[in-house]
């Protein structure tokens, strides 16, 4: 069964064909980074604007990589919740209407779940229910329960920021540039992650939650002498990487400890981690470590399929598909 997914929850646009929930046939993303750099983020009218001028060649594209035409697709699967409603938007009427001229089933997607889904489609082993799945992402920190991509039971999340949230942000303080992610891990590989002795993410100890909001403010009031010692951090390259390092490293830390929490309240034996952020190195070689010196199961998608993509949207329809059946043309586009 080929299904073509569609993708515009934020500000990638893409469009991907899948064979049999895993066999990736093409996988074609758009990035609107350059267009979102200057503002420091993204601009939800803008991300709409541009998914309208960019999705229709994308799909386009995804076929002709795929050897395929309109007429060779079994199915069209949509990302329709969550995300930022005006580029839902687009996606979900993009795939209504294909689905209704070409008569081919309508699947819509929840991005949480793809992004899960996503970190074992290309493994050969399944993990074994329950495990924990840890989503972290420009917009999600969560925590989840679950038996199969279809049931999941959220048992811990940031009570404030996302992960990838405060990461631009710190970013943005140490000037940069965004999106801050890759550019602080990159810069905290050079820097001591001891130097400045900022306070867990973590809520407690042994808990679920996360708060990022102090730690992102404890980052602003050091380089801008708000801190203590009443003294401005001077943004040379050996304080920057110092920052990121201190920084980075609190944070993956306590998304290991918070997972591991949650892996003993459950009792489970395998731990998938999806979303953006699951592209951070130092969160990849802190879970391989941890999960190894456990015995546990690890999934991590590939780099590619950490970041948004319609890879893990039409993966992860596949299943829907054969286990709920199709959607109607009422799918609609959920925010949240």
């Given at each position: 069964m080929r299904i073509l997914g569609i993708e515009t929850s934020c500000d990638e646009t893409a469009a991907a064909v899948v064979e049999d929930g895993h066999t990736v046939l093409s996988d074609v993303v758009v990035s609107q980074i350059d267009i979102h750099k200057r503002f420091g983020g993204t601009v939800p009218e803008i991300a709409s604007r541009s998914h309208l001028e960019t999705l229709l060649p994308v799909i386009e594209e995804a076929l002709e990589r795929a050897s395929l035409r309109f007429?060779?697709?079994d199915a069209i699967a949509v990302t329709h919740q969550p995300g930022l409603i005006g580029a839902l938007l687009v996606g979900v009427a993009a795939a209504k209407t294909l689905a209704l001229a070409l008569d081919l089933p309508l699947i819509g997607i929840h991005?949480?779940?793809?992004?899960?889904?996503?970190?074992?489609?290309?493994?050969?082993t399944r993990p074994e229910a329950?495990?924990?799945s840890l989503v972290v992402s420009g917009g999600h920190t969560t925590l989840f329960r679950m038996d199969d991509p279809f049931t999941a039971v959220e048992i811990g999340s940031t009570i404030d920021d996302a992960v990838g949230e405060a990461f631009d942000k710190v970013a943005t303080v140490l000037k940069l540039g965004y999106p801050g992610g890759p550019i602080v891990d990159t810069m905290a590989k050079g820097g001591d992650p001891k130097r400045f002795p900022f306070k867990s993410p973590l809520l407690k100890k042994d808990g679920l939650d996360f708060t990022l909001s102090g730690i992102k403010t404890a980052v602003l009031y050091l380089v801008n002498g708000m801190n203590v010692r009443k003294e401005a951090l001077p943004l040379t390259e050996a304080n920057v990487k110092d920052v990121c390092a201190?920084?980075?490293?609190?944070?993956?830390?306590?998304?290991?400890?918070?997972?591991m929490n949650a892996v003993a309240t459950c009792g489970a034996s395998a731990v998938v981690v999806g979303g953006g952020c699951a592209a951070n190195s130092q969160l990849r070689e802190r879970f391989t470590q941890e999960c190894e010196r456990r015995g546990l199961g690890l999934h991590l998608p590939s780099r590619r399929l950490s970041t948004d993509n319609a890879v893990m949207v039409a993966g992860l329809a596949f299943h829907k598909f054969h286990r709920q059946g199709a959607d109607d043309l009422a799918l609609d586009a959920v925010a949240s």
């Amino acid at each position: 069964m080929r299904i073509l997914g569609i993708e515009t929850s934020c500000d990638e646009t893409a469009a991907a064909v899948v064979e049999d929930g895993h066999t990736v046939l093409s996988d074609v993303v758009v990035s609107q980074i350059d267009i979102h750099k200057r503002f420091g983020g993204t601009v939800p009218e803008i991300a709409s604007r541009s998914h309208l001028e960019t999705l229709l060649p994308v799909i386009e594209e995804a076929l002709e990589r795929a050897s395929l035409r309109f007429a060779d697709v079994d199915a069209i699967a949509v990302t329709h919740q969550p995300g930022l409603i005006g580029a839902l938007l687009v996606g979900v009427a993009a795939a209504k209407t294909l689905a209704l001229a070409l008569d081919l089933p309508l699947i819509g997607i929840h991005h949480i779940a793809a992004h899960i889904y996503a970190s074992w489609m290309q493994s050969p082993t399944r993990p074994e229910a329950p495990f924990v799945s840890l989503v972290v992402s420009g917009g999600h920190t969560t925590l989840f329960r679950m038996d199969d991509p279809f049931t999941a039971v959220e048992i811990g999340s940031t009570i404030d920021d996302a992960v990838g949230e405060a990461f631009d942000k710190v970013a943005t303080v140490l000037k940069l540039g965004y999106p801050g992610g890759p550019i602080v891990d990159t810069m905290a590989k050079g820097g001591d992650p001891k130097r400045f002795p900022f306070k867990s993410p973590l809520l407690k100890k042994d808990g679920l939650d996360f708060t990022l909001s102090g730690i992102k403010t404890a980052v602003l009031y050091l380089v801008n002498g708000m801190n203590v010692r009443k003294e401005a951090l001077p943004l040379t390259e050996a304080n920057v990487k110092d920052v990121c390092a201190s920084f980075q490293h609190q944070v993956v830390e306590a998304l290991v400890r918070g997972t591991m929490n949650a892996v003993a309240t459950c009792g489970a034996s395998a731990v998938v981690v999806g979303g953006g952020c699951a592209a951070n190195s130092q969160l990849r070689e802190r879970f391989t470590q941890e999960c190894e010196r456990r015995g546990l199961g690890l999934h991590l998608p590939s780099r590619r399929l950490s970041t948004d993509n319609a890879v893990m949207v039409a993966g992860l329809a596949f299943h829907k598909f054969h286990r709920q059946g199709a959607d109607d043309l009422a799918l609609d586009a959920v925010a949240s």
